[in-house]
């Protein structure tokens, strides 16, 4: 059983509102009814500015405060190598060029809410049983704390339930939602991405991640890229990618990929030829892990729907000159839900 998105949409809507699942419900999925509204209810996060926050003594005590950016924030050496035991008063956090009071600081592998996108278009055939192993060592090299959905795609798009579940870290359940649907047909990556994006609003976790499995085309989608990356920017989402490419299909749009990482703070990888998907998709993975999570509540609360520019800096004595990756900014915006229905799972 899986969560399709409708043939069309005349706005902009996008993946994870009560409305548009009611509207789609039928007398066979009637029974989910109440899973969603509770998910919907108990793990949506707000859009861009959450309730929480966390000393920073190293405690990890959790109160309620509102207004709230948090920030993923990966630091590495001219190795490229991660940077462990960094303390707060090693970094400084600009937002449209004006420092902020950090108030989170949380150093250690976070649990995180991931989407797994694939592609299951026609170009994409002879490719699926190498992301089923991709996922499976995702899933292997994860928190086991962390919670999974997927997100299938081609002319259509798809959240597979779990054996119910909309969540999982099972490899034999992500394994059974990746293989519900065939490839065959267009590409509709923006339209997924989407998806993908709004269903992590019913994630009981704070960190959030999508994982895009494609060769980077789209033919088929309703939305356009501007659109998508105003999407990610208000969700506060990290975007990785593992592109497939490669190929002489001239549908294949690397470059796409690329961009969508750089613009929300992950990252775009392009196995070559004899390289194991399944390293990268560890890697991706251990990136996720080797994260430090910054939080602070912006000075300048008026400009709600302008986008706000991100700056993090990092300076620690005996390590040298640090790399920082994180988002590049983000958007204020009223909490967006998910358009997407439950359909038969099997296409």
Avoid at 22 to 37: E, G, Q, T, V
């Amino acid at each position: 059983m899986s969560i399709s998105r409708p043939a069309s949409r005349e706005s902009f809507f996008v993946i994870f509102t009560l409305d548009s699942y009611k509207h789609s419900l039928d007398r066979r999925h009637f029974f989910l009814a109440p899973l969603l509204l509770f998910l919907g209810i108990a793990g949506s996060s707000r859009s861009l500015m959450m309730e929480r926050s966390t000393s920073v003594d190293g405690q990890a005590k959790i109160t309620v405060t509102a207004n709230l950016v948090l920030l993923p924030v990966n630091v590495t050496d001219a190795r490229g190598t991660f940077v462990s035991r960094l303390k707060l008063e090693d970094f400084r956090v600009y937002e449209d060029g004006q420092l902020q009071k950090v108030t989170v600081f949380e150093d250690g592998d976070t649990p995180v809410t991931v989407g797994l996108v694939v592609d299951h278009s026609r170009s994409m055939g002879s490719k699926l049983l190498g992301v089923v192993t991709a996922v499976s060592s995702f899933a292997h090299s994860s928190n086991p704390q962390d919670e999974m959905f997927v997100v299938d795609f081609n002319d259509d798009v798809s959240i597979e339930l779990m054996r119910g579940k909309a969540f999982s870290n099972d490899t034999k359940d992500l394994a059974e939602a990746l293989t519900a649907v065939s490839a065959r047909g267009r590409t509709a990556l923006y339209d997924a991405v989407s998806e993908g994006l709004h269903h992590l609003q019913y994630g009981h976790l704070e960190k959030k991640a999508l994982v895009i499995i494609s060769d980077g085309g789209d033919n088929a989608s309703h939305l356009k890229y501007s659109q998508v990356l105003a999407q990610a920017r208000q969700s506060q989402s990290l975007i990785y990618s593992i592109a497939l490419v490669g190929s002489a299909d001239e549908e294949e749009n690397p470059g796409l990929l690329r961009r969508l990482c750089k613009d929300t703070g992950g990252i775009a990888y392009f196995p070559r030829e004899g390289e194991s998907v399944a390293n990268v998709s560890t890697e991706i993975a251990r990136d996720l892990r080797e994260q430090y999570t910054l939080g602070y509540t912006p000075q300048n609360m008026q400009r709600a729907d302008a986008f706000r520019k991100i700056e993090v800096k990092v300076s620690a004595q005996g390590h040298g000159k640090l790399r920082v990756r994180t988002r590049q900014g983000y958007s204020p915006a009223a909490e967006k839900q998910p358009t997407a229905q439950l359909g038969s799972g099997t296409r």
